[in-house]
């Protein structure tokens, strides 16, 4: 999907705008905030910061202009703001600065690593995430927030607007149906 065609999904139907943007460009935002926050946050505050870039760009997106530059470079920016802002207020509530220096040594390769298994282990991890986002809705969502966000059956049937019985059910069918073709694909 291109930038004009979806600023047009945006107008006629924005919370498929949303779900399509955040699609689109989910993958990017994590990068760009892993990429910054990787040697100063956790798990929650990195995933709380990639909810936060994407409010931002909810809440600026009238301010988008498609002759301006793309959207994609438009994310990029907010994406980057938001994971500096965020380092700054952890560096100043903890206390703690990581200076780059201190953050290459930190990742300075132990005796024991194998290129090749951190390849298969990659590989296998994109799989994987291909085969859930392939999955359809409702089960693309259950399956991510559950494992990815760890939210629970009962969290989860608020968001999907099912019981929590059908959750399990959906989750359980999911997560069978992506053994069989992920033992396939290996």
Not at 64 to 83: D, E, M, Q
Not at 133 to 156: V, W
């Amino acid at each position: 999907m291109n930038d004009v065609e979806w600023k047009s999904l945006m107008l006629n139907s924005p919370e498929r705008g949303r779900r399509a943007l955040i699609d689109q460009y989910g993958s990017l935002v994590y990068a760009i905030v892993l990429n910054k926050l990787k040697h100063t946050a956790g798990r929650e505050d990195i995933e709380d910061c990639v909810s936060d870039v994407f409010v931002e760009i909810f809440k600026s997106i009238g301010d988008y202009n498609t002759s301006n530059g793309s959207l994609k470079g438009y994310i990029s920016i907010i994406a980057k703001r938001t994971a500096i802002d965020t380092y700054r207020r952890l560096v100043n509530y903890h206390g703690k600065h990581i200076s780059i220096d201190e953050g290459e040594e930190d990742s300075i390769i132990s005796d024991d690593f194998s290129v090749e298994d951190n390849i298969e282990k990659k590989s296998a991890r994109e799989l994987l995430w291909q085969k859930i986002r392939s999955l359809g809705e409702p089960d693309k969502t259950i399956i991510i927030q559950q494992f990815f966000y760890d939210k629970s059956a009962e969290e989860i049937s608020k968001l999907v607007s099912m019981t929590t019985a059908a959750v399990h059910k959906r989750s359980i069918r999911a997560r069978q149906y992506l053994k069989k073709i992920l033992i396939q694909e290996i």
